[in-house]
């Protein structure tokens, strides 16, 4: 009988050495201003920062916090849900971003209800540059500001994408910047989006760098007050890029208003585009810009240019 029970034992004692790291993790995780990271990260011992609790989330879990606070910055390397209800903040540390996601994501990385801020010195806000895998990213709810770039999306790797409900404000290269490269298929929701102050662009959509089918809809949105552009696309492939602009406001942009450079398609309708210094450019034969004659483009230092514009734009 002894000599039966000894070997269970070896074994019971192996068994529990060898279970994987992540057989303790969570899939709901916590962070409060009164936690701290050495508890569990529980809803009754929540953490501290979202470092710590991701640390301890199961990939697809949860990490929401559960009052005002700041959390820290963020490193994310698989699929995650961050909820900060509308009141947690983090500070992007100097030369760094504040929420960076990155490796080969499979799967579905939320961002809700965030507040961002670069303080002037970060580089930015979100992002989001991920090397092989097929993501989905979902920005919801947030405030990004005072960062080079408020949210920089450049997927290695195929990237469905929504941006909605969200402010990016003062931020030095652009709000929101896509920049896929390689052979990547970017499709892309931008809605209910506020994109103002920016030392340089609104919204700016480079698809230079990218060989594969780039595909966006930006729906009522404002792109307004940025000292460059309100809405740049930057295109290698006309067959394989296209930017619908619907309801959108483009007001005010001390260069131009709406400017394609490089082949690619833009449909516009029912859009305001006004007092900007330039209203719409288009720029080469190789684009191809639709108006169904809905919007409203008057008002600006030059309502049209562009060296292409009689052949391929009707206005308004």
Aim: proline share 4%; net charge negative; glycine share 14%.
């Amino acid at each position: 009988m002894i000599r039966n029970f000894l070997p269970c034992a070896l074994l019971t004692a192996t068994l529990a050495l060898t279970l994987p790291a992540n057989a303790t993790l969570l899939t709901r995780t916590f962070v409060s201003s009164a936690g701290t990271d050495s508890n569990p990260c529980t809803i009754t011992q929540p953490c501290a920062s979202f470092a710590h609790a991701y640390s301890l989330t199961a990939p697809d879990g949860i990490i929401a916090a559960l009052d005002p606070g700041k959390y820290g910055p963020l490193t994310i390397t698989g699929p995650i849900t961050i909820n900060g209800n509308g009141w947690a903040a983090i500070t992007v540390p100097a030369g760094g971003g504040g929420i960076t996601i990155n490796g080969g994501v499979n799967g579905l990385v939320a961002l809700t209800g965030l507040e961002i801020d670069g303080g002037g010195f970060g580089s930015n806000g979100i992002d989001f540059e991920t090397n092989g895998g097929s993501a989905i990213l979902v920005v919801d709810k947030c405030v990004v500001r005072n960062a080079g770039k408020g949210v920089f999306v450049q997927p290695n790797g195929n990237l469905n994408f929504t941006i909605t409900n969200t402010m990016v404000s003062n931020n030095s290269t652009a709000g929101l910047y896509l920049s896929p490269v390689n052979t990547t298929n970017a499709n892309g929701v931008i809605d209910h989006v506020t994109a103002t102050g920016g030392f340089n662009d609104g919204i700016d959509v480079d698809a230079r760098f990218s060989s594969g089918v780039t595909i966006i809809a930006v729906s009522n949105t404002i792109a307004s007050g940025n000292n460059n552009y309100g809405i740049l696309v930057e295109a290698g492939n006309a067959a394989f890029s296209t930017l619908s602009v619907d309801n959108v406001s483009v007001v005010g942009n001390a260069n131009i208003g709406i400017v394609a450079t490089g082949p690619t398609t833009i449909l516009l309708g029912r859009s305001i585009v006004a007092a900007n210094g330039i209203g719409v450019e288009n720029n080469t034969n190789a684009n191809t810009f639709y108006t169904y004659k809905d919007n409203r483009i008057n008002l600006n230092g030059m309502d049209f240019a562009g060296t292409a514009l009689n052949t391929t734009f009707t206005p308004q």
